[in-house]
Each structure stands twice: as structure tokens, then as C-alpha cells.
């Protein structure tokens, strides 16, 4: 299993709207690498500012999870890289530092890089520890990136599954995770294509245990690994006109039986069936 812990008002980006334009690119999804962009398994060096709402999520000064940037405000990840149950404190928002921008290990705060506190990390309620149904949650980040960030930017959210990703959809997965089952942790952020695979196909693989709640993704060519949980699947879609690619939240990274094996897809928190959860939580971290 790769879900091992070690290794304002609401504006909210929903199908390709995102009202705070001046730090959103050109809106929520968009993206500015620098250069051209296989470690995730079977990935590769992601090019600086390939997937700008990938954040780093650091337990004790010790990377832990990935996340997901969203309103330029809070980092969405998987509720097993935060529960208490797990690791010891692991719920408590003091003892978490998020790094959003950050390409490779070796870089600086100074190389456009921004890091801050969490002030609040809100667990899904009905969070199911053995299976890992409703793997999700939300932290608050104490200092959100400023506006006009060149590395920076937030995802786009498909709420309600308007999009309609499937195995044709053109999807990533990025994480500084173990670029092989059991090896050692990426020093350069690794992204890698990524097909979704077939519901039929996602629950014979692992009988009785994909919830509705889940979708599978991989190959035994490309995978997310250990470290990787928490971080992003993205999908990608045109906006009507055609002239802007923008970029969909549809999966967290959740567990899977080992890295890129036969017949074992990794798992994913399917981002689309929390559209209303994800509304009430941060109406009520907005205080409303």
C-alpha cells in the first residue's frame, strides 16, 4: 500500500471561472512552465511551473503528503496524510508547513517559492480509516501565495462532474514521492501522464473495497508511489473557445497495492463527488 504517512469569501475556480484573475494566469488551471517538461514511477522532471498548485506538505520540518493548491487559500489532500490515528499530532495544524513553487529539493525560498503555516485542517467526517473511503481534507494555509505569483497558481475545481473525465481524458500525476516501490523520495518534482481506468476495471482489481467514492488510474508504466499521497490527479480541458487549456482537480492520491504492479491501479479520492462538502467547509472557514 503507497497511503504510508512517512517517505475568504468563497471564490472557489469551478469550471474554469475564477473571479480573482490578477493572481489567476489566466484563471484557475493555467499554467506558465518554464522550458520543456518519468519518477513519480515511470515519470519524469517536471519543468518549473508545469503543475503550480502542487504543494509540498512538510509534518515536523519532515515531507510527508502532497496537496493541492484551490482559491489561492487552502490545500486539499488526503485525509490519511492528516489523521491522528496515524501518526501522532498528525490533525494538529501547528505542527504542518506547506511549500508551494518548490521544483527541486535543492532550491531556495528565494527561487519563487512560498511557504506558510496552516491554521486549521478539517478531516472529512465520515473518513474511513480500513478502507480509506472519503479520503479527503482541507487545510488553511496562515499565508496565502501573493498575487501575481510567476510559479503559482490554483487548480481548477469540476464540482459537480460536469467535465466528465474518462479513460480518454488526458490526466497527470506530479509528487516528490519514491520514484521506484521502496526507493528513495524525487529531489526534482516528477510528473507523468496518467490514463484513468475503467470503473469495471478499477473494482475487479481490488474486489469489495473501491467505494463510490473512488477511481483507479496507472499502468504498470507510469504510478504514484510512496510520498506521492495527498498530491494531485489533473485533467485537462479546453475552455469552450478553444484557446485556453485549463487544468481540473479530479483525484487525490490515496493507497494502492504496492507501485506500478500488474492488475493494481492506483486508487484516488474522486474529487468530483465533494462538491457540496467542499462548499460547506469553506463557507465555514470563510466564518460564514
Same mark, same amino acid.
Given at each position: 500500500?503507497?497511503?504510508?504517512?512517512?517517505?475568504?469569501?468563497?471564490?472557489?475556480?469551478?469550471?474554469?471561472?475564477?473571479?480573482?484573475?490578477?493572481?489567476?494566469?489566466?484563471?484557475?488551471?493555467?499554467?506558465?512552465?518554464?522550458?520543456?517538461?518519468?519518477?513519480?514511477?515511470?515519470?519524469?522532471?517536471?519543468?518549473?511551473?508545469?503543475?503550480?498548485?502542487? *504543494?509540498?506538505?512538510?509534518?515536523?520540518?519532515?515531507?510527508?503528503?502532497?496537496?493541492?493548491?484551490?482559491?489561492?487559500?487552502?490545500?486539499?489532500?488526503?485525509?490519511?496524510?492528516?489523521?491522528?490515528?496515524?501518526?501522532?499530532?498528525?490533525?494538529?495544524?501547528?505542527?504542518?508547513?506547506?511549500?508551494?513553487?518548490?521544483?527541486?529539493?535543492?532550491? =531556495?525560498?528565494?527561487?519563487?517559492?512560498?511557504?506558510?503555516?496552516?491554521?486549521?485542517?478539517?478531516?472529512?467526517?465520515?473518513?474511513?480509516?480500513?478502507?480509506?473511503?472519503?479520503?479527503?481534507?482541507?487545510?488553511?494555509?496562515?499565508?496565502?501565495?501573493?498575487?501575481?505569483?510567476?510559479?503559482?497558481? =490554483?487548480?481548477?475545481?469540476?464540482?459537480?462532474?460536469?467535465?466528465?473525465?474518462?479513460?480518454? *481524458?488526458?490526466?497527470?500525476?506530479?509528487?516528490?514521492?519514491?520514484?521506484?516501490?521502496?526507493?528513495?523520495?524525487?529531489?526534482?518534482?516528477?510528473? *507523468?501522464?496518467?490514463?484513468?481506468?475503467?470503473?469495471?476495471?478499477?473494482?475487479?482489481?481490488?474486489?469489495?473495497?473501491?467505494?463510490?467514492?473512488?477511481?483507479?488510474?496507472?499502468?504498470?508504466?507510469?504510478?504514484?508511489?510512496?510520498?506521492?499521497?495527498? #498530491?494531485?490527479?489533473?485533467?485537462?480541458?479546453?475552455?469552450?473557445?478553444?484557446?485556453?487549456?485549463?487544468?481540473?482537480?479530479?483525484?487525490?492520491?490515496?493507497?494502492?497495492?504496492?507501485?506500478?504492479?500488474?492488475?493494481?491501479?492506483?486508487?484516488?479520492?474522486?474529487?468530483?463527488?465533494? #462538491?457540496?462538502?467542499?462548499?460547506?467547509?469553506?463557507?465555514?472557514?470563510?466564518?460564514?
Amino acid at each position: 500500500m503507497f497511503n504510508l504517512f512517512a517517505a475568504g469569501m468563497l471564490f472557489v475556480c469551478i469550471a474554469g471561472i475564477c473571479p480573482q484573475i490578477s493572481h489567476c494566469y489566466g484563471g484557475c488551471g493555467t499554467r506558465q512552465p518554464e522550458g520543456t517538461s518519468k519518477r513519480i514511477v515511470g515519470g519524469e522532471d517536471a519543468a518549473r511551473g508545469a503543475w503550480p498548485w502542487y *504543494a509540498q506538505l512538510y509534518f515536523l520540518g519532515s515531507f510527508s503528503c502532497g496537496g493541492t493548491l484551490v482559491d489561492n487559500k487552502y490545500i486539499v489532500t488526503a485525509a490519511h496524510c492528516v489523521n491522528a490515528l496515524i501518526t501522532q499530532g498528525a490533525n494538529v495544524a501547528a505542527n504542518w508547513r506547506v511549500i508551494l513553487g518548490k521544483n527541486r529539493e535543492s532550491d =531556495s525560498q528565494d527561487n519563487n517559492e512560498h511557504a506558510s503555516d496552516v491554521t486549521q485542517i478539517t478531516i472529512h467526517e465520515s473518513y474511513n480509516l480500513n478502507n480509506n473511503d472519503n479520503d479527503i481534507a482541507v487545510m488553511v494555509l496562515a499565508n496565502p501565495p501573493p498575487e501575481g505569483s510567476q510559479f503559482i497558481n =490554483s487548480v481548477c475545481w469540476d464540482a459537480g462532474g460536469s467535465k466528465g473525465f474518462d479513460s480518454t *481524458a488526458v490526466c497527470y500525476i506530479a509528487g516528490f514521492g519514491t520514484v521506484k516501490e521502496d526507493g528513495i523520495a524525487a529531489h526534482v518534482l516528477q510528473e *507523468a501522464i496518467i490514463p484513468l481506468v475503467e470503473r469495471r476495471d478499477c473494482v475487479d482489481a481490488y474486489p469489495g473495497v473501491i467505494t463510490y467514492n473512488m477511481i483507479c488510474a496507472g499502468s504498470v508504466q507510469q504510478d504514484a508511489c510512496q510520498g506521492d499521497s495527498g #498530491g494531485p490527479l489533473v485533467c485537462s480541458r479546453r475552455d469552450e473557445s478553444g484557446n485556453v487549456e485549463r487544468w481540473y482537480l479530479a483525484g487525490i492520491t490515496s493507497w494502492g497495492r504496492g507501485c506500478t504492479r500488474q492488475n493494481s491501479p492506483g486508487v484516488y479520492t474522486d474529487v468530483t463527488r465533494y #462538491g457540496y462538502w467542499f462548499e460547506d467547509v469553506f463557507a465555514s472557514l470563510s466564518g460564514k
